[in-house]
């Protein structure tokens, strides 16, 4: 049994406000709640229209970076699906489609010729940030990052139309899309799950997605769970962290059992103080906690979308 008001306090006593207002936004507060994140998330939005200042809490760089962009894009379609209008202003704050039209227009500045978005780019370096993200090589273009991107945009797309017409979209589809064609193995983890986040979002704009969403999730194992290559011992995706969304053509690939199971696991894992947490070291004291608040938004959301909440 789920003890949320000890969920709550530990958000209360551990959590960033974003994430405070996003788990509000979880839990059914509907609009209003959705209002208060959009703008929570614009303290995190830089002039270039990227987002940056550890939005991504292993890399704490106030510069806009593609990793924000991804944690962007997520929080703006969890307020559309709230039912937050793409069009509502709110004070000052800038309305979400004025928010999702100028990141694309960054995302499509710092994309790669080939189509591609690097890992990090210049800026990146800082205090707290993480080697994997202060050292990644700015003129290469990574499947992970950029198909966890177009993932999240072609979700959004679904509730914002601006996002849907605006042509970086389609470009860098195209460059996953080509990548995705060259697959024949399993390859890391996290650029797993991504890729098939991507095939999963982009069905109703991508007609090739469906056959290459099945040819895909071949790769899974039949457990569904993933070691993550240079992690720490017993790093792992899971079913749900492969799979999070009942009623996708993802989920109807994944297994029941290893779906229960990972239920059943989160029900399990929260701790004495309320709180979840996550399988990884981080690179920063501030990040470590900022990942449990995070941790827990993600188990309350995946337990109440299951019925277990």
């Known amino acids: 049994m789920i003890d949320l008001a000890a969920a709550r306090d530990f958000m209360a006593t551990h959590a960033r406000l974003l994430d405070r207002r996003h788990l509000d936004v979880v839990l059914g507060g509907g609009a209003p709640a959705a209002v208060a994140l959009t703008a929570t998330l614009v303290g995190y939005r830089n002039p270039d229209g990227g987002f940056g200042w550890a939005l991504e809490p292993d890399l704490r760089a106030e510069s806009s970076q593609p990793v924000g962009a991804l944690h962007a894009l997520e929080l703006l379609e969890s307020a559309l699906a709230a039912g937050l209008p793409p069009d509502r202003a709110s004070g000052g704050t800038p309305v979400p489609a004025e928010i999702g039209r100028a990141l694309c227009d960054w995302l499509d500045r710092v994309t790669l010729a080939d189509g591609g978005l690097p890992f990090s780019i210049a800026g990146a370096a800082s205090p707290g940030t993480a080697p994997w993200w202060a050292g990644a090589d700015p003129t290469v273009s990574s499947l992970h990052i950029t ?163």
């Open 147 to 309: 198909a966890g991107i177009a993932s999240a945009a072609h979700r959004l797309a679904d509730l914002d139309p601006g996002v849907a017409a605006h042509p970086w979209l389609e470009r860098v589809t195209a460059y996953c899309l080509g990548e995705i064609g060259q697959m024949r193995e399993r390859g890391p983890a996290y650029q797993l799950r991504y890729v098939l986040w991507l095939l999963d979002a982009a069905q109703a704009r991508v007609p090739a997605a469906a056959a290459e969403l099945e040819r895909i999730a071949a790769f899974v194992p039949a457990d569904a769970e993933l070691p993550v290559e240079g992690g720490v011992e017993g790093e792992r995706l899971r079913a749900l962290d492969i799979s999070p969304l009942p009623g996708r053509p993802l989920r109807a690939l994944a297994p029941a059992d290893a779906v229960a199971r990972h239920l059943d696991d989160l029900e399990r894992e929260q701790r004495e103080d309320g709180g979840w947490t996550v399988d990884f070291p981080s690179a920063s004291p501030a990040g470590a906690i900022e990942w449990r608040g995070i941790a827990t938004v993600r188990a309350l959301a995946l337990l109440r979308a299951h019925g277990r909440l």
